[in-house]
């Protein structure tokens, strides 16, 4: 008997105890509710200078006749860039290759023909203006090909800046509509973060080297208009979220 009495106090405590922890512990409070958006800002900005992609190759029937060969094509090209008006360090060396070049037939192995060495080379031209007579410079002075030209602007910190304001102004009236659209309004902000964007990205114009050189041949002058360049700020937001009176 006694021992059924202590068994039932026992339990009864045990009971008690856990009524009071579980009172006491605090109740998960619900999240507040919000908004997030993002924006996209873009500002367009004349270039004002351009990279000329240059190219030389040679095929020859031993590695070193190749090479000793666009050497000879390439500080030709070289001399007539700087004959064009520009600088020693407005031209620099942008690529290499030499290679074994086979010929490929079906049902035979492939057979070698020779090798070949090709050169890029960087011309940066500070006046947008001579654009097209030094493209005209290099295809007369033995260049193979116009890889593209890219255009670049020097004072871009002004127009980034703008376009970052864009973003936000555009993640800020996105993030206030839908807060009206889901009957509420919006509180205070939280983050804002860039998700990315670009630096002026240069519009490439590819110029196909044959087209240039029966210009050349029919004597037209090369004739190159620039283009914009575009520079792209993103942003992402997040604001609270007040909700309206329950209706």
Not at 186 to 202: E, K, V, Y
Request: charged share 20%; with cysteine; aromatic share 4%.
């Amino acid at each position: 008997m006694l021992r059924t009495i202590l068994s039932a106090l026992i339990a009864s405590c045990i009971a008690w105890t856990a009524a009071v922890a579980q009172a006491s512990e605090p109740s998960p409070s619900p999240q507040q509710p919000e908004i997030m958006a993002s924006g996209r800002g873009e500002v367009r900005l004349a270039p004002t200078y351009a990279a000329l992609i240059v190219n030389v190759s040679t095929r020859a029937g031993t590695a070193v006749e190749a090479a000793a060969q666009n050497a000879q094509k390439v500080e030709s090209v070289i001399k007539g860039l700087r004959g064009s008006g520009l600088s020693e360090k407005d031209i620099t060396t942008a690529g290499y290759h030499l290679q074994q070049d086979y010929d490929y037939r079906p049902d035979r192995r492939p057979e070698p023909t020779g090798f070949s060495a090709n050169t890029s080379i960087r011309a940066e031209i500070r006046r947008l203006e001579t654009l097209g007579r030094v493209t005209d410079a290099a295809i007369a002075a033995g260049a193979t090909g116009i890889s593209g030209v890219q255009y670049f602007a020097a004072n871009t910190d002004e127009a980034r800046r703008s376009a970052m304001a864009q973003a936000v102004r555009e993640a800020r009236t996105d993030a206030d509509v839908l807060a009206r659209a889901a009957g509420g309004t919006l509180g205070r902000w939280i983050a804002l973060t860039s998700a990315g964007g670009n630096q002026p990205f240069p519009r490439e114009m590819m110029m196909a080297s044959g087209n240039v050189a029966m210009a050349r041949a029919a004597g037209a002058p090369t004739n190159i208009v620039p283009g914009e360049l575009n520079v792209i700020a993103m942003v992402s937001g997040r604001w609270e979220f007040i909700p309206g009176a329950a209706r």
